[in-house]
């Protein structure tokens, strides 16, 4: 059980950080969406 508490604890952070990034790629928010279209 430690190890993997230990195994999901470090994968947390790079969770995150993706489903960061994955909602900021597809904006539910028409105008942010369009304000973002260039960098995509």
């Known amino acids: ?3 993997i508490r ?3 604890i470090s994968t ?3 969770t995150i950080v993706g489903s960061f990034f ?3 790629s597809n ?3 028409p ?3 369009h304000f973002l279209a260039p960098y995509q």
Request: glycine share 6%.
């Open 6 to 8: 230990k195994g999901i």
């Open 31 to 33: 105008a942010v969406a």
């Open 12 to 14: 947390l952070p790079l």
């Open 27 to 29: 904006m539910p928010i």
């Open 22 to 24: 994955t909602i900021l």
């Open 1 to 3: 059980m430690a190890a």
